[in-house]
């Protein structure tokens, strides 16, 4: 399994900006896909945005045009950059790695977008 620790999260204003990183504890060359989930307060872990191994992302229709996803493997690190955030982005956001349909999660970081 891989450690994944993420940082980046705040309290920002509604349409700024934050990027997050997902920090692993070993390569992610190989790892299948590496993806972003958020849960917000009484609400179910939903999926944001993935990328494979190959560089193919993709993302949720809440946040398509808003959220990018990129990999560094060089750096052992995947990143959300989030703009024109919503009150409704506020949640917990969460790196997830699916290495060959093993998965490890971090503990997530809290995104609050509030005026």
């Known amino acids: 399994q891989v450690q994944l620790v993420e940082s980046g999260g705040g309290l920002v204003q509604p349409g700024g900006s934050l990027r997050l990183s997902c920090a692993a504890s070993?390569?992610?060359?190989?790892?299948?896909?590496m993806g972003w989930y958020r849960q917000a307060p009484g609400k179910e872990r939903e999926w944001v945005a993935s990328?494979?191994?190959?560089?193919?992302?993709n993302a949720a229709d809440s946040v398509k045009g808003r959220f990018t996803i990129s990999r560094d493997n060089a750096k052992n690190t995947v990143y959300l950059q989030m703009i024109s955030l919503k009150p409704e982005d506020t949640a917990v956001y969460y790196c997830?790695?699916?290495?060959?349909?093993?998965?490890?999660w971090g503990k997530g970081t809290l995104v609050t977008v509030s005026s």
């Open positions: 070993r390569s992610i060359f190989s790892i299948n896909v």
């Open positions: 990328i494979t191994n190959s560089g193919s992302t």
């Open positions: 997830n790695a699916n290495d060959h349909g093993m998965f490890s």
